[in-house]
Structures are given as structure tokens and as C-alpha cells.
């Protein structure tokens, strides 16, 4: 190939997989109608790192020789951040902040840019999106900030670059990836090949300045804007922060972690002087609940290591069509219609011409089949109409023949139920033998039906 020949590949714009031609569905990720065709100089990214690799020939080294001692870590000064990150900020590692437009990613990264500045660290926050006016508006609603904390518009990176290395700071925000873009490249900012040129250099700043990196990554449903998961196996850390748009609270979930493990996760609520740490999730998913009605059951949902009591509630009611309506908000729907086919199978309960709603309350979502006895309580709570006392927490996976299954974690699950002043748990027989809890009374059942005696 001639060099800087000019050739056209297609990607995905969700996943990032390449093809010589384009395809209906994404071979990679099945996502349809997401593969776009983009200009690419082979020869001209492909020559540069081959370079940077010959730059200095490294030697191998003896994996006893390498010292990580002195792996110090920066504190971000939000508890919650730095449990997700593993500890602190790693001086040198590129972090990925991804979430849909509008989560609050900005206003995170302002908030962590704010604390590290308090403490004498320098900063850059350099943004593509908002001009500096927006940012300080921003920033007027977090709180005063510190002059080591320092603003730039930009979305070249080679600028960004020089920028990065004159203002010597040892943390910088780029706001986002999706804005950025490289002259070395010809294809337009917040193309596949745009964003994952962007990040490599980034990276490249990273390690070479010791700079300590975060990069914002909006998801994106549609159009033609590459979404994070395209430079996830790129970066060191990912974090990704989710929430229901219309609860105030916001999830940031560890999915990938080259210093730490992954499926951490912290609570924040989105309050008008911005974020603030929620250190305890099961208090405030709980906050509000209403006492003595019939269909809510509270269950322990575990969250990376974290366990987190939910309210789970159910609404059935005979269906006035033909065909019976099963939705679920926050849970799986179809669990949902097998755990009352088990029912009506069962314990011959008539339920088969009912409309069932469940929801976790609070907008969390849940996907651990952990939740499945707690879901069965509820429906038929609202079913009989009687009311499961407020006093118990439940939890245990539901089997097809009706057969309550041990789960992971129990101990914990049961240790955050007494904490919250619970008095009885109802679990899985079988996790009951190996605990060693005393607060609080732990009742083990081996089916529904006896789930069902014990309470409703
Ligand atoms: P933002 O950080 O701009 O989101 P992102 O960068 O992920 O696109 O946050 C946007 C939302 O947060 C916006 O709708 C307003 C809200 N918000 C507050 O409720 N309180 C605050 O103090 C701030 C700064 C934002
Ligand atoms: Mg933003």
C-alpha cells in the first residue's frame, strides 16, 4: 500500500468492529444498522506505532525485580469514587466515564476536579462541549473552587497535548472524547477511527507525562457518534454511571479495572448544589416506605460486593381483557411470568387470568435471580391482599418446581438486614447451616410453600 493511501472501512458505531463492507447487523455486537463507513490512513497510524515501539528498545525484566510498593494513590475526596476506582486515582491511568447525555458525568468530574485542587494538585479541565462561562456556571452551583483548577476550551489534541505538559498538572478531564480530534486524522470528530486515534494518545500522554487521565464518553443510542464501548479495551479503568432519569439517585459502576476489582459500585444523589455521596443505599432505597400494605416485600439485592435492601413491589389484579398483562420496572419480566407459572403450578393458585405489575421501588434495577422469593411474596401478597409484616427481609432463588435455592452471600445479605433493624430474614434453607448470625432471627425454607406458611 502506498503510503497515506486513503481506504474505507466500516465500523460500528456501538462496538467497534471493523468489516471491509457493510453489514445489516453487527457481526460483533448484533446491533442492526450500526455500521458506517469511514475513511481511514492505514499507513500513516499503523507507522506510528511501530515507531513509538522502536523509539528505545526495552529489555525484559524479572517479574521479582519489579517493586509496587510505592503504587501510591491520589484520594479523589468522594468516598464513593474512590471505592469504584479501587482506592484512589492511580497517578498515570486513563479512566473512561461513560453514561448517557445528561447523567451527570460533567458535573462529577468537576466535583472530584474541585477536591483535588483543595488539596494543592493541579488541574485541567478541558472541555470540547460547554464554553468556559457554562463550566463556571457549573461550578458556581458546586462551590467555590481553587486556583489550582484550570479551564480550557479545546478539542484538538495535539493543543491539548502541549497544554496538558506546559500547565505541568498531574490530573486532567477531557470532556468529551467524542469532541475531540486528531490532525493526524481526516475522518470527521466522534467517528469510530476520530475517537479510538483520540484515546491512543491520550494514553500515550498518560504514561509518558505521568498524568492521571479521565475521559467522558457519552452513550449514544443512534446517529452517527461512536459510544464508549469502542475504546473500553483501550483504557485502564471503566466506569460507567447510570440512573433512572427521573429518580435523583446515580449509580457508578467499576466495569473493567487494571488496579482494582471491577463490579464496585457507588451511590450519589443529584441535588441542586450537585452530586453527593449516598454511603448508605439501603436507608435511602427503604426511605418512604409505606407500612402495613399489601404487595411489598423488602429484599437484599447484593451490588458488586455491596448488599442493598429494596422494596419490591407487586400490584395484581384481575385482567379485564382476554389476555392478562405482566410487566415488571426494574426486575426481568419474563422471570416475572415463569415465577407465576411456577405459582399457578405450583400451589394451584388462580392467577392465570390476573394482571401483574412489579416494581423496585427507588428505579433500581435488579438482575440477580437472588430477588425471585421476594418477587413470589409480593404477588401473592397483592393477590390475597394481605399485608407480609414490615420486619422481614427475603431473599432466594426460585426454582421451576417450585424449590427455594441457595444464593450467594447470605451472610451479608442477613448482616445488612439486621443493621438496618430488621428482625426476621427468610432465606434458603440450604445457606442457613453455614451462618453465624446472631441479631436477628433467620428462618430457612426449602419451597415457596413453605416460604408462603412462614408468612402471607
Ligand atoms: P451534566 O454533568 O451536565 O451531565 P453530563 O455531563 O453527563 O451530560 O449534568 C446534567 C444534569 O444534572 C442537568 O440536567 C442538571 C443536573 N444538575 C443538578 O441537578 N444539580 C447540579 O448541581 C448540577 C451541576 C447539575
Ligand atoms: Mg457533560
Known amino acids: 500500500m502506498a503510503k497515506g493511501k486513503m481506504t474505507s472501512i466500516f465500523f460500528c458505531q456501538s462496538c467497534g468492529y471493523e468489516s471491509a463492507k457493510w453489514m445489516g447487523q453487527c457481526p460483533g455486537c448484533k446491533a442492526w444498522n450500526t455500521m458506517v463507513e469511514e475513511k481511514v490512513d492505514r499507513k500513516v497510524s499503523g507507522h506510528r506505532s511501530s515507531k513509538a515501539l522502536g523509539e528505545e528498545l526495552h529489555t525484559p525484566v524479572s517479574i521479582s525485580d519489579i517493586s509496587t510498593e510505592d503504587e501510591e494513590r491520589i484520594s479523589t475526596g468522594i468516598g464513593e469514587l474512590d471505592r469504584v476506582l479501587g482506592g484512589g486515582i492511580v497517578p498515570g491511568s486513563l479512566t473512561l466515564v461513560g453514561g448517557d447525555p445528561g447523567i451527570g458525568k460533567s458535573t462529577l468530574l468537576l466535583q472530584v476536579c474541585r477536591q483535588l485542587s483543595d488539596k494543592g494538585i493541579e488541574v485541567l479541565y478541558i472541555s470540547g462541549e460547554e464554553s468556559l462561562r457554562q463550566i463556571k456556571l457549573r461550578a458556581d452551583r458546586i462551590g467555590s473552587m481553587n486556583a489550582h483548577l484550570k479551564l480550557l476550551c479545546e478539542t484538538n489534541l495535539e493543543n491539548i497535548c502541549e497544554q496538558v505538559k506546559r500547565s505541568g498538572a498531574s490530573v486532567a478531564v477531557i470532556d468529551s472524547i467524542q469532541t475531540m480530534y486528531s490532525e493526524n486524522l481526516e475522518a470527521a470528530a466522534g467517528s469510530v477511527s476520530q475517537v479510538r486515534e483520540a484515546t491512543a494518545i491520550l494514553m500515550r500522554m498518560a504514561k509518558e507525562q505521568n498524568v492521571s487521565v479521565f475521559i467522558v464518553g457519552h452513550v449514544t443510542k443512534e446517529g452517527t457518534v461512536a459510544g464508549p464501548r469502542v ?155 394481605k399485608a407480609v409484616s414490615d420486619d422481614t427481609v427475603v431473599f432466594g432463588e426460585v426454582g421451576l418446581s417450585g424449590e427455594v435455592r441457595a444464593v450467594a452471600n447470605a451472610s451479608v445479605r442477613a448482616a445488612e438486614a439486621e443493621k438496618l433493624g430488621f428482625k426476621r430474614v427468610i432465606l434458603p434453607r440450604s445457606n442457613v447451616s453455614n451462618m453465624d448470625i446472631k441479631g436477628i432471627e433467620l428462618i430457612g425454607v426449602g419451597s415457596i410453600e413453605e416460604a408462603l406458611d412462614k408468612i402471607v
Request: charged share 25%; hydrophobic share 40%; glycine share 10%.
Open 231 to 385: 475504546l473500553e479495551h483501550m483504557v485502564d479503568t471503566v466506569l460507567y454511571f447510570e440512573g433512572d432519569r427521573h429518580a435523583s439517585y446515580r449509580i457508578l459502576r467499576g466495569v473493567k479495572n487494571r488496579f482494582g476489582s471491577t463490579n464496585e459500585m457507588g451511590v450519589f444523589e443529584m441535588k441542586n448544589e450537585g452530586l453527593t455521596e449516598v454511603p448508605n443505599p439501603s436507608e435511602y432505597m427503604l426511605s418512604g416506605r409505606p407500612v402495613g400494605s399489601s404487595g411489598a416485600v423488602v429484599s437484599c439485592a447484593i451490588e458488586g460486593t455491596r448488599p442493598i435492601l429494596i422494596e419490591i413491589q407487586a400490584l395484581v389484579s384481575r385482567t379485564n381483557f382476554g389476555f392478562p398483562r405482566r410487566q415488571s420496572a426494574g426486575s426481568d419480566t419474563n422471570r416475572l411470568n415463569l415465577l407465576m407459572a411456577v405459582l399457578e403450578k405450583r400451589l394451584d393458585m388462580k392467577i392465570g387470568d390476573h394482571d401483574a405489575y412489579v416494581n423496585i421501588a427507588g428505579g433500581m434495577k435488579i438482575q440477580e435471580p437472588a430477588i425471585d422469593l421476594a418477587v413470589v411474596l409480593a404477588v401473592v401478597s397483592s393477590f390475597r391482599n
